[in-house]
């Protein structure tokens, strides 16, 4: 049944290849937007770690100690 649906649909992964994800509900008939996937785990660190004051020597202390 949810295969007829098409209810599960492959998402691109950069880390995994691809992963099973629910396909969004509703579709309107042809008008269809290609799923995607979040950002990469920590991909914006830097930009959100710098608004909040901490400087590049900060951030590369702390990737260093595994904390971040």
Do not use: C
């Amino acid at each position: 049944h949810f295969q007829a649906r098409g209810a599960i649909v492959r998402l691109p992964d950069a880390e995994l290849g691809s992963v099973p994800a629910p396909a969004a509900v509703p579709r309107f008939g042809a008008i269809s937007h290609p799923p995607r996937t979040g950002p990469a785990t920590g991909e914006h660190n830097d930009e959100i770690y710098g608004a909040l004051g901490l400087t590049p020597t900060d951030l590369a202390a702390l990737k260093a100690a595994h904390i971040i």
